[in-house]
């Protein structure tokens, strides 16, 4: 079943790698996306994990909700971590010192780890060609630390460290685009993702998996503590971000682009706005400013996914 | 490589003896004056003399968390750096010994920033002293290529499984053409076995590395790492004790000259000791009873040697290579005052600090030092230290 695509929940693999009992937020979305992550994976995988939300609620020792290796290093290099971990494993099943065997290497980090501290060392390891996976989980800000504005901050929204107030929108710059930065290194395979389209997700890691190199997934998350809404709601605004195009899916193989998901109807980007606490303090006049952003830089996907 | 006698350069010799010791990775970024020795293994890679995994990573930091992964597979492992790079990599220096990570490093002792330098002192090894690494010292080529080998046996041994550096003046040693004599590779291979690491990452057995820890716990995970450290001091000196047998070069945590019957010793680090092997023989011939003493082993710092040699002098001038800004002393000073303290026949410590950043300290400065270091040591002026020859 390996082979194929999974439209089924029903034929969705079984066997939880992210055990239950961690310490995440109520609706937290980027641990959902996680336990996605690694069902597509599956065992024979080893992760680098960033400092950070995932790292903080799954290892207080002397308990782990790991059920396949993994190790936590430092905040800003888990993609050096497992550039490491790769070199060492394909030299001793090389020189006959371990048993050949496929494995998944996978460094995983927020996106203040991805786009901020981490840039260095995940530039370095993409550009050196590991066969590795790098999944940035991007929930907009460092929740871990207290919603703090990251370059992925996206702009007008309100942080601890970018907040709203008579004289300021709140973020005042535009979100990092991650995902152009690792295409930009021509690594086989880059893309997009949203738990709130689990299949999607999960087909990407398998491609990720699959296809031998860097790999980088950029996997939006959403997290009802730091954007400022009900938990029940982390899926619905994860689908509204999708479906106001405000985060487009889509994936870059060799280079080319396709859009995996086309909205329709495209929905108000109202809609995807309006609800979140972080956005509260904006005016119609800010929706628009955010609307013709948002507009440009779906309309470069698109047309660079026309194009192919 | 073939064993025998060879007028090599240092770095060469010390990336020789890597190769040797067959790793399976090495991370390397460059930066002077270790160089060399990750230029030379880039070519006994790329001419397929030895099979491992060479990486050019994009910084230091990135070095060392390259090595923290590859050791965490099991992977024989080795990287080389260098002053400001060593400040680069710290948060990940200080991780790899808690994660308890085999990685084994040539630091070229250099001088830190600013002014910028690029020439030799301690300052770098110091910033990093208590990170849980084992620190050995040595002081010329041959030990070099011999401490790459006593480190990969002491790091991967089960009961210590802490990462290990090499601690080498940068020139002053590092760029010196001296004879050294190689082994062949089946001792090396008996030596130091394959590496077979205990909880190495794997899928076969799935384990949690690197876990955080409240405050209910985290205080005992630095009890392990003290154990570690200290527990590790019996299989260096087994670790050397073996060397010898094979070789007949002997090597000790402590190592004296002429210290017998010597009234006043000058302790020493690193390859300052050769200079002042010499130097204690012209002042022997002047009637001065002078001896060195020697420390090779930084951490775990072999405080009953230590003691051993030293009790019982009238004092020790000790020759440090960095400065502890505002405190009282270099930090070979403090650490011989604080092992002396309260002991009985304890030499009285005078502290100069000389050579940084590569100023040379010929022999004569060596007699200054030693015989002002003496005057001051019978008038008991013996607080702090003397920044020897500082002008201004």
Aim: glycine residues 8%.
């Amino acid at each position: 079943m390996d082979k194929y695509s999974v439209f089924s929940a029903r034929l969705v693999e079984q066997t939880e790698y992210m055990a239950s009992g961690h310490r995440a937020c109520q609706g937290c979305a980027e641990v959902l996306a996680l336990r996605l992550v690694l069902k597509a994976l599956g065992r024979d995988t080893i992760v680098a994990m960033s400092t950070g939300c995932m790292e903080i609620i799954s290892s207080p020792l002397p308990l782990t909700s790991w059920n396949i290796p993994w190790i936590h290093n430092a905040f800003e290099n888990s993609s050096a971590v497992v550039s490491g971990c790769e070199s060492g494993m394909k030299a001793m099943m090389r020189k006959g010192k371990l048993a050949p065997k496929k494995i998944n290497f996978v460094a995983m980090g927020g996106d203040g780890a991805t786009a901020d501290i981490g840039m260095g060392p995940l530039s370095g390891a993409l550009e050196r060609g590991h066969d590795m996976i790098y999944v940035c989980y991007d929930n907009e800000a460092y929740m871990n630390t207290g919603i703090q504005r990251s370059s992925s901050t996206p702009y007008g929204a309100s942080t601890t460290t970018s907040p709203a107030g008579k004289a300021s929108i709140g973020q005042q710059t535009r979100k990092k685009n991650m995902p152009q930065i690792a295409v930009a290194h021509n690594v086989p395979y880059v893309a997009t993702a949203c738990p709130s389209f689990p299949f999607d997700l999960m087909e990407k890691v398998k491609r990720a998996a699959e296809i031998p190199g860097p790999a980088y997934l950029h996997i939006l998350s959403v997290c009802p503590t730091g954007w400022r809404i009900p938990p029940d709601e982390a899926i619905r605004y994860g689908r509204l971000a999708v479906d106001t195009c405000m985060f487009p899916l889509y994936e870059v193989v060799d280079g080319k682009y396709r859009l995996t998901y086309r909205p329709n109807p495209v929905l108000p980007l109202k809609e995807y706005l309006s609800g979140q606490g972080r956005y509260r303090h904006l005016t119609e006049k800010d929706h628009e400013k955010i609307e013709s952003m948002m507009k440009s830089d779906y309309e470069k996907i698109v047309k660079l996914s026309d194009e192919v | 490589m073939g064993s025998g006698r060879k007028g090599v350069e240092v770095s060469i010799a010390m990336a020789d003896a890597v190769a040797q010791a067959d790793v399976d990775v090495i991370a390397a970024y460059p930066i002077t004056p270790q160089t060399h020795i990750v230029e030379h293994l880039a070519d006994i890679v790329a001419d397929g003399e030895l099979d491992a995994e060479f990486v050019p990573v994009d910084s230091e930091h990135s070095a060392m968390s390259v090595c923290c992964g590859s050791a965490a597979v099991g992977a024989r492992t080795f990287t080389s750096t260098s002053s400001q790079g060593l400040a680069l990599m710290s948060e990940i220096f200080f991780i790899t010994a808690a994660m308890r990570l085999p990685v084994v490093m040539a630091l070229a002792n250099r001088s830190l920033s600013s002014p910028l330098s690029i020439w030799n002192d301690h300052s770098d090894v110091m910033m990093v002293r208590d990170a849980g690494w084992i620190h050995i010292f040595i002081e010329n080529g041959q030990e070099a290529y011999d401490a790459i080998f006593n480190s990969f046996r002491i790091a991967e041994d089960p009961d210590v499984m802490l990462p290990v550096a090499v601690n080498m003046d940068g020139f002053i040693l590092t760029h010196m053409i001296e004879p050294v004599e190689y082994v062949d590779n089946e001792l090396v291979k008996k030596y130091i076995p394959e590496f077979k690491m205990k909880n190495a990452l794997h899928p076969d057995c799935p384990i949690s590395m690197g876990c955080f820890g409240m405050p209910e716990i985290y205080t005992e995970t630095q009890m392990n790492r003290e154990v570690g450290v200290v527990n590790s001091y019996p299989v260096i000196i087994k670790a050397w004790e073996e060397w010898g047998q094979l070789t007949g070069r002997h090597y000790h945590p402590v190592e004296t000259y002429l210290s017998d019957d010597a009234e006043y010793c000058i302790v020493t680090m690193g390859s300052f000791g050769e200079t002042a092997m010499e130097v204690a023989d012209m002042l022997r011939e002047e009637g001065e009873k002078v001896g060195v003493v020697k420390i090779r082993l930084w951490r775990p710092f072999p405080l009953d040697e230590f003691r051993k040699a030293v009790l019982g002098k009238k004092g020790l001038i000790v020759i440090d290579r960095a400065i502890s800004f505002g405190g009282p002393g270099g930090p070979v000073a403090s650490e011989v005052r604080s092992a002396l303290y309260n002991k009985k026949g304890a030499p009285v410590v005078v502290n100069y600090v000389a050579g940084l950043a590569g100023r040379d300290v010929s022999r004569k400065d060596f007699r200054n030092i030693i015989l002002e270091g003496k005057k001051k040591a019978e008038s008991g002026d013996t607080e702090g230290f003397t920044l020897y020859g500082v002008r201004g």
